[in-house]
């Protein structure tokens, strides 16, 4: 199974279920956005997530969270609302994936979508502390964990 394809046809239905938790959670900033930019910035994370499966290619989506660290800090965001985000959005994708996927598939599809979450948590985690204490966090290297999916 193609994992890419496989999300990108689940697009939908895991983007509203990431709103919907997001939702339940009453967090101040993405409460007063609306309706429409959430789900705007849940789309524009979720295709982050695909091309980084499809491409097995972290760096636009590392790239991605980081200027998403910036800004919802420029904001006045905590942190923990915005990995609410990712996180929600994390726990969607793999409900999708084992409800969806062959068990054959679980694994190659679970270690690329964690891979590429961890990644961006990751970048989103360093550029917020860095932010927040003006020194430079630093990072993991995931490349070795995301390279061995090729096997599988």
Not at 93 to 118: K, Y
């Amino acid at each position: 199974m193609d994992t890419a394809g496989f999300l990108a046809g689940e697009r939908e239905a895991i983007v509203a279920e990431a709103e919907d938790a997001l939702a339940r959670l009453h967090e101040r900033h993405y409460e007063s956005l609306g309706a429409d930019t959430l789900r705007q910035r849940l789309e524009t994370l979720f295709d982050h997530l695909v091309g980084a499966v499809a491409a097995r290619d972290l760096s636009p989506v590392v790239a991605y969270a980081g200027s998403v660290a910036q800004e919802r800090y420029d904001a006045g965001y905590d942190l923990s609302e915005v990995q609410a985000a990712f996180n929600a959005l994390e726990a969607a994708t793999w409900r999708r994936i084992l409800a969806g996927l062959a068990v054959d598939d679980l694994a190659e599809a679970l270690g690329l979508v964690s891979t590429v979450f961890g990644a961006a948590k990751d970048a989103l985690g360093r550029q917020y502390v860095s932010l927040a204490t003006k020194t430079r966090a630093p990072s993991l290297d995931l490349r070795a964990l995301f390279a061995g999916t090729d096997g599988v």
